[in-house]
């Protein structure tokens, strides 16, 4: 794949061919920069530059390869669901790169999430996807990774295949004890897998990161779908379950009948596929990490690399 992802974004090549991307696209919307551009982060799978306009602040987002499909998957959300996701206001998808204007504070960095919130995020986020179902052709053509529950065996043995033959001291190592450990539940995968493949929520997109943070404070649009999949709509729960439940101040099953509400089905039947979602989401999260890390530096890995074995290892949770 040649020079890591972060170390091409932070060269000043890359910068002057981004900058002058940025301002043509701007110019080209009769947007003027007036000041200086800056790049306040870097990570191994994606940089961001703060654009300081006549018209307000824009973003720049650049992605590792793994990731390059957000533009369009932003793009197609947005076509989808106006109200729901901003349409960037550029897109450049060979490069993985867009434009979008600053819609303010996120919820998380505004206030502490109260249940209404969170019940708000869900059952928003379950109104998206049920718009979202019917559009797998043209979902799946933005190059979001096909993650559906039919494919999740298959996957659970490959990445088991790729992790066990890492070198010892990589940080995403399988042991043998770990190996066998993870080979014992394969069944409880499979069979995880089948039961939402029959159930009555369907396949669509699912966010993969949804939390207070990438949620707009003044009118609750998503944003950040760089970690989205196709795959089972519950899977979508597994990062608020974890967020809510490390708390005392929020209950889940509040949160949980809303987010079922929003699908008609019963808090019963949508706690079921949660429980089943738990099992398929770790083994699809897992292959986001394999992925995002690619283009990583060594430094990275060892930052960055134990992800792979705290997400798959949740499949041995009760």
């Not at 602040?57 to 932003?74: D, G, M, Y």
């Not at 089948?194 to 939390?211: I, N, R």
């Not at 009118?219 to 979508?236: C, M, T, V, Y």
């Not at 019963?266 to 596929?273: E, F, I, N, R």
Request: aromatic share 8%; proline share 6%.
């Amino acid at each position: 794949m040649g020079r890591p992802f972060s170390e091409r974004v932070a060269h000043d090549d890359w910068r002057h061919t981004a900058e002058q991307w940025v301002r043509r696209e701007l110019a080209n919307r009769d947007i003027e920069v007036v000041g200086t551009i800056e790049q306040p982060r870097i990570r191994p799978w994606s940089t961001q530059l703060k654009v300081p306009t006549a018209t307000g602040t824009v973003w720049f987002k650049a992605n590792c390869a793994h990731l390059s499909f957000e533009p369009l998957l932003q793009a197609e959300l947005a076509r989808l669901a106006p109200d729901a996701v901003e349409a960037p206001c550029a897109v450049d998808a060979e490069r993985g790169w867009m434009l979008t204007r600053d819609r303010g504070t996120t919820l998380g960095d505004a206030v502490e999430p109260t249940v209404d919130d969170w019940c708000r995020i869900l059952a928003g986020a379950a109104a998206l996807q049920r718009i979202v179902a019917g559009h797998e052709v043209t979902m799946l053509a933005t190059g979001l990774p096909d993650c559906r529950p039919s494919t999740v065996v298959a996957r659970y043995d490959r990445l088991l295949e790729i992790l066990s033959a890492l070198p010892e001291a990589h940080p995403g190592h399988v042991s043998d004890d770990l190996r066998s450990q993870l080979v014992a539940v394969c069944g409880r995968v499979a069979d995880a897998a089948a039961e939402l493949d029959e159930s009555s929520l369907p396949t669509t997109w699912q966010h993969g990161d949804l939390h207070p943070w990438n949620v707009f404070a003044a009118d609750g649009r998503l944003f950040d779908f760089g970690d989205g999949q196709w795959a089972h709509a519950a899977e979508i729960l597994s990062v608020p379950h974890a967020w809510i439940t490390r708390q005392d101040t929020i209950s889940w099953p509040t949160v949980l009948e809303a987010c079922a509400d929003a699908w008609d089905v019963t808090p019963a039947d949508l706690a079921s596929q949660q429980r089943a979602a738990a099992v398929t989401q770790p083994v699809n999260r897992t292959l986001l990490w394999w992925g995002c890390l690619q283009e990583a530096t060594a430094a990275e890995w060892t930052q960055w690399g134990d992800a792979l074995l705290q997400h798959l290892t949740r499949v041995l949770e009760p």
